[in-house]
Structures are given as C-alpha cells and as structure tokens.
C-alpha cells in the first residue's frame, strides 16, 4: 500500500468507531459529541489528503481510484445510518444515497473486469461535498441539542441540514446519471 492508500485506509478503520460511538452512548452526550467532530473531521480530511498525497508523490493507480470512492462511501454512509436512525436525515435520502452508491460500485465492479478504472467525475467530487456538508449540519445540530438545547438557532440549523439532505439526494441522481453516461463510453471506447 502506498502513504496515500493507507491514508484512505484511515476512513475504514475509523467509521466504525463512529457508529460506536454515536449508537451505544458508552461516553457522555458531551464527550460523544466531541469524539464525533473529532472523527468526522479526520474522515473528511483524509478525503482530501489522500488524493493530494497520491498526485504529489506521483502514486496515482488504478486501485487508489478504486479504493478511494470505497472508503467515502463506507465512511458517509456509515454516518448516514446513524442520522437516519436519530432522525436528523430522511430515509428516503439514505435509501437514494445507498441505490447510487451501490450502483457506482456496482459499475466499476463490470470496468475491472475489462481492466478499466473509473476515478472520480466532478459531479461526484460535488455530491462529496454535499455529503460532507450536510453531515456536518447534523452534528452541528447534534451538538446545539447537547450544549445549547434551548437556542433558536436549533430551527435554522435543522432547515439547513434539511436543504443539504435534499440536495445531497439531488446530486446523488445526476451524478449517477454522469457515472453511467461515463460508463457508457468507456466501454464505446474499450470495443
């Protein structure tokens, strides 16, 4: 493995501590919370380092393309579950969420099989950062609850969190219609 595929790795290895964490309230709300931002952070950062870390040192590959987009989608949908399960995302949103993550892995799955690599499409890399975005509202929203319980900026941040859910959803049809379409030609182009 090269820096940058262990850097990816990180994700995996911490999602589960954010479940943990999150679903079995072994620590107080406000040391959860703050292991949470912790957590969150590093995932989101690694998101972005790990790509850095791989053009820098000239370790681009076919299985850091791969494994990249594995790890997003482990990690945000790990804490999609957990915000689905508390009721700060719709399900109908984690349900459109994991159709378009299962079927992007599914068609890079029938790429590998040609030996064809599918990275990242900038509707995905935008979708991202929706994904990011609107976890990040929710544990905004999760540590008002804990710390300030009676702000009125609850409303607002519950809204917001909202408008990023529905556009995470959005964003997850286009970019998938872009994946696809991509699909498509790599295939046209392999014949």
Known sequence: MTVADKVTMSRIILAPFFFIIYMYKIFSPSLSVILLWILFIIIE????LDGQVARS???VSSFGKLFDPFADVLARVTYFVCFAFSGLMPLWVLLIILYREFSILFLRMMLSFRQIAMGARPGGKLKAGVYMLAGLLSLLQMTFAVYFPASTLMSVLKLAAQIAYYGAALLSVLSFADYLSQYQ?????KK
Do not use: A, G, H, P
């Open 45 to 48: 950062l690694s998101d972005f």
């Open 57 to 59: 040192s000239d370790q």
């Open 185 to 189: 030609k790599l295939i046209r182009e």
